[in-house]
């Protein structure tokens, strides 16, 4: 599971090209929108397809998805109940 956090982590910095974030730096329990990293929507699209190429897991609605988005931790456990396989 950290492994798969850690993969999550890399892949939010490199899709949405934050260069002055270090996956140290990211909380895992910390808000991804508003106070958080500070995401917007346009993030939330960007991070979906990249999360949708990466490990084939489809956030199908925005409501699963503010769920899923809603932490490192939310969507680690979304992406690790949804893995094809």
Known sequence: MDNLKSQIKELIISSLN???V???SIDDA???FQEGLGLDSIDALELAVAIERKFRVTIP???????????VNALTDYVAAHLPG
């Open 30 to 32: 910390a808000p991804l």
């Open 61 to 71: 609605d925005e409501a699963v998805g503010k769920r899923a988005f809603s932490s």
């Open 22 to 24: 270090t996956p140290e």
């Open 18 to 20: 934050l260069e002055d």
